[in-house]
């Protein structure tokens, strides 16, 4: 059993925890993940680690209520306990010789490149960062963001906080004036990776894209969270839990990846509905 040390509301939907997990907190590296289960009943779901303090013993995870997972963890408060939180599983993101980098960030998906932005911070690289939102309520981590980036870039679909327009609008500024970034990396719903993709395929900049797939055991041997990518015309298929979860995003058939990510929203909306339900009558 895991302790849940701390909580906190970052908008209506996303929530922040710290667990108290001693071992993951002195491996877990910026991009790693750890699958964990509310109950012994529940199912597994995939976290990447937003932070650890190796002192305190504890590994900090962010989550979007979307199912019926995320919809029990909600209710969980400091104190409480979690049934299973196994990690550090995956492979970190690769920083080694990057000296000006663009981290992009969308949505929830700002929470895991909050950790790459801030280890590239901390190794002394040159820090772009750029995260966008549909609307400023939704808003989350500008204060962690600007603390390690040398530029920041807020944008919102609506244009009501920061810059009206999506996350591709800064970037195709930037890489137009001859900004030359050694990498960008980017995390966010898979439709914003594949037009940051688009649009940094005419400057030949390499991009990294974070893939976050179903997921079961995290170990390979599911296959549920496999993913194709194209090298040299030949489709290849990768497992995101231990191959990933960073790829070349040049190499990423986005168009199956949305495929299947869409598979089992009926079956995971009635889940959630019966979950709400639970809750509600309790």
Do not use: W
């Not at 009943?41 to 995870?61: H, N, S, W, Y």
């Not at 992009?104 to 002394?124: D, S, T």
């Not at 960062?129 to 989350?140: A, P, T």
């Not at 009206?164 to 195709?172: F, Y």
């Amino acid at each position: 059993m895991y302790r849940i040390v701390r909580k906190k509301v970052l908008n209506p939907t996303v929530i922040q925890i710290e667990v108290e997990a001693p071992l993951i907190a002195r491996k877990a590296r910026p991009g790693q993940f750890i699958i964990l289960r509310v109950d012994e009943d529940g199912e597994r779901i995939p976290l990447t680690v937003a932070g650890v303090d190796p002192a305190e013993g504890t590994v900090k995870v962010i989550f979007q209520v979307v199912g019926a997972t995320t919809e029990a963890l909600r209710h969980k408060e400091a104190g409480d306990f979690l049934q299973d939180f196994a990690g550090p599983l995956g492979v970190p993101t690769h920083t080694e010789g990057i000296k000006n980098v663009c981290v992009i960030g969308g949505g929830v998906g700002c929470a895991i490149a909050m950790p790459v932005a801030q280890e590239f911070h901390r190794l002394g690289a040159r820090v772009t960062s750029v995260i966008g939102f549909r609307s400023k309520d939704l808003l989350i981590l500008e204060d962690e963001f600007r603390a390690c980036s040398d530029r920041l870039e807020v944008m919102t679909d609506d244009g009501s906080y920061g810059r009206h327009g999506n996350v591709t609008v800064p970037l195709k500024e930037m890489l137009e004036n001859g900004e030359k970034f050694d990498m960008i990396i980017t995390i966010g719903p898979l439709i914003m990776m594949k037009f940051v993709v688009a649009a940094a395929r005419p400057f030949g900049v390499p991009v990294t894209v974070s893939m976050n797939p179903i997921m079961i055991d995290g170990t390979g041997m599911c296959g549920g969270c496999r993913i194709t990518l194209v090298q040299d015309g030949k489709r290849v298929t990768r497992f995101a839990c231990v191959d990933g979860p960073d790829f070349n995003g040049y190499e990423i058939d986005f168009d199956e990846a949305m495929s299947r990510s869409r598979m089992y929203f009926p079956f995971e909306r009635h889940a959630y509905e019966e979950t709400c339900n639970l809750f509600r009558n309790a």
